[in-house]
């Protein structure tokens, strides 16, 4: 069959899904990632070929001029109960600019290039980003069938369930739904009526375990089909001091790439965390761009600083990780058993439940979100160094992890709904 995996420019939503993507293909399917021209070099690095389609990312753009004036660029957390309970108008107005400001944004660019696309090249499949609500919309006017694959806890489900039942409760002159209005008139450009299968597909791909998913709405029809995460960083050399017999525990610090590329820098002073670390009995290996070393330029002796170095193989030879919460970071670790220190970074849309759920769990210790106390995060480091409880409870969302389906398993379930041809 011939699938369409259709995502917007976002580098690490897309490293996500490779490994489906090469499973469809070692199946023998012929595959093709469609997304806005500057992501092509990460596609093609994956040996996966790649369709451009739309302009360039306007949110870049943007996020630039918000980082400019911060007073404009207070965000909403989605995930807190008090954001959905203020006064319906200005909950509207909430969602309404979320839609405006962001899922607008990123898919009116691309969904004319998209439609066009799938309906030339005539995809079986099209599987699609969560915030890629074209790709639905594409799938329908090609007649192709389609699923959602999440890079993260399914927040967009559990917000849209949360605005439905909100709704409910209004009088019908005032159930404005911003979401189904925007959708609507894109789709209808293409002949596609509006249902929530555009907005959570026919299937939804997760790869987070069934233990730490988020409760959703019955009035969303979500259908989730598990899927097994499977770390991919890119194009990558693993170095040889990787190979080197650990001689004392690791700890391994990321705070991701989001932060610099999208955000203007860490929420965390690096220099000054690494220094609250000095006298811990651990290799601390600092994964820290060379431009971003402000504050590191005599680091102690137990603290090796990296450009970049694959997280999938430093995880493997890791006894800790210190993350800032996002999904790349928190499931590699999970992936590997290790306990986890989320100092959570808040500009990010999901960081926040998901630290809390691998928190809740018992396999790592989160620290308030946007906290810059360097003694926390040396404490929170050597309780889960020292106390066997996080390392446990870390153990066993390794196996939830692995009892998931592998993306090759996952293959012939797809190729079943795209077919039509037996029970999905």
């Not at 992501?39 to 400019?68: C, I, K, N, Q």
């Not at 008139?185 to 939804?204: H, I, K, N």
Request: charged fraction near 25%.
């Amino acid at each position: 069959m011939r699938v369409v995996i259709a995502t917007i420019a976002e580098r690490s939503h897309f490293l996500a899904v490779v490994p489906l993507a090469w499973a469809l293909r070692s199946a023998g399917h012929e595959v093709l990632v469609a997304s806005q021209p500057e992501l092509a070099t990460a596609v093609t690095g994956a040996g996966l070929p790649f369709a451009p389609v739309g302009r360039g990312d306007m949110l870049s753009r943007v996020l630039r001029r918000l980082r400019e004036r911060p007073q404009t660029a207070e965000a909403l957390d989605w995930h807190d109960d008090r954001t959905w309970r203020v006064p319906w108008d200005e909950l509207r107005t909430n969602v309404q600019n979320v839609v405006t400001f962001w899922w607008r944004m990123v898919n009116d660019p691309m969904a004319d290039e998209l439609v066009d696309l799938c309906r030339t090249w005539k995809p079986d499949l099209v599987v699609w980003d969560p915030l890629t609500f074209a790709g639905a919309v594409a799938a329908r006017a090609c007649g192709a069938a389609h699923v959602r694959f999440l890079w993260g806890v399914d927040t967009l489900s559990r917000m849209r369930g949360l605005l439905l039942e909100r709704m409910r409760e209004q009088p019908v002159a005032s159930r404005e739904d911003p979401l189904e209005e925007w959708l609507t008139g894109l789709a209808g450009r293409y002949g596609v009526d509006f249902d929530e299968e555009l907005v959570c597909g026919q299937a939804t791909l997760d790869q987070v375990p069934p233990g730490l998913r988020i409760p959703v709405s019955a009035r969303v029809p979500v259908r989730y089909l598990g899927m097994r995460f499977v770390p991919y960083n890119g194009r990558a050399v693993v170095p040889v001091w990787l190979r080197e017999p650990l001689e004392r525990p690791r700890v391994c610090l990321t705070l991701g790439t989001s932060a610099t590329d999208r955000f203007g820098g860490y929420t965390l002073s690096v220099g000054a965390v690494v220094e609250a670390l000095a006298d811990v009995d651990a290799e601390v290996v600092a994964t820290v761009p060379a431009d971003r070393r402000r504050g590191l330029e005599s680091p102690p002796p137990n603290v090796r600083l990296v450009d970049y170095v694959p997280l999938h193989a430093l995880a493997a030879v890791s006894t800790a990780t210190i993350n800032h919460g996002g999904f790349g970071s928190v499931s590699t670790s999970v992936a590997y058993g290790l306990p986890q220190v989320l100092v959570v970074d808040p500009r990010m849309f999901d960081t926040h439940v998901l630290a809390r759920r691998v928190a809740g769990a018992g396999a790592a210790v989160e620290l308030e979100a946007g906290c810059s106390d360097p003694e926390e995060v040396r404490r929170a480091v050597l309780r889960v160094l020292t106390d066997p409880g996080p390392a446990s409870h870390a153990a066993r969302l390794r196996e939830a992890v692995l009892a998931q389906p592998s993306p090759a398993d996952v293959v012939a379930r797809l190729e079943r709904l795209a077919t039509g041809s037996g029970p999905f």
